[in-house]
């Protein structure tokens, strides 16, 4: 491993990661009869508490996949999540390799979304990051594997489901 590697390791290591789900970000636009006024950005910095707010590269995908993909509210959605994630300068963290290849060979029996949850899963178990979403199978997969979770409930406040 060479020293930049080693550095970039490092920081990785040492960094405190909130990963945003593409449901959450979806959310605003996607949110259902019931919905209520929530301001993403206010939500995400104020949960945030000093960790650093990122998406991964394959959650950026699966968002262009939809955009492009999809009709109706749901592209919509996908493009104000891709909007608000350059406006905001959201961190973008590559997915690792070894992971993806990991979970490509097991993807046969998956859904397409079960793929990317399971890649996010497996990625901030990895960084030791904690991971934003309104998905229940997603939140409850993340808390059998001792992943931090912030969820939304009610539509209105954001709550955290423990810590590492």
């Known amino acids: 491993m060479s020293k930049e590697d080693r550095r970039e390791y490092e920081e990785k290591r040492m960094r ?3 990963l945003i789900d593409s449901s959450l970000l979806m959310l605003p636009v996607s949110g259902g009869k019931r919905k209520r006024t929530l301001n993403i950005e206010d939500a995400l910095f104020k949960l945030s508490e000093g960790r650093t707010l990122a998406v991964l590269d394959i959650t950026v995908k699966e968002l262009e996949f939809l955009k492009e993909h999809t009709k109706g509210k749901k592209k919509l959605a996908a493009d104000f999540a891709l909007s608000f994630i350059r406006k905001t300068r959201i961190k ?17 029996s998956m859904k397409g979304w079960e793929v990317h949850d399971e890649i996010l899963a497996r990625m901030a178990k990895k960084l030791r990051a904690a991971v934003a979403t309104t ?5 409850h997969k993340l808390r059998s594997m001792g992943v931090s979770v912030y969820y939304l409930r009610g539509r209105k406040w954001i709550y955290v489901a423990g810590e590492h």
């Open 16 to 18: 405190r990661y909130l």
């Open 92 to 108: 973008i963290i590559e997915a690792d390799k070894e992971i993806v290849e990991e979970v490509k060979k097991i993807a046969e």
């Open 135 to 139: 998905d229940l199978d997603l939140m």
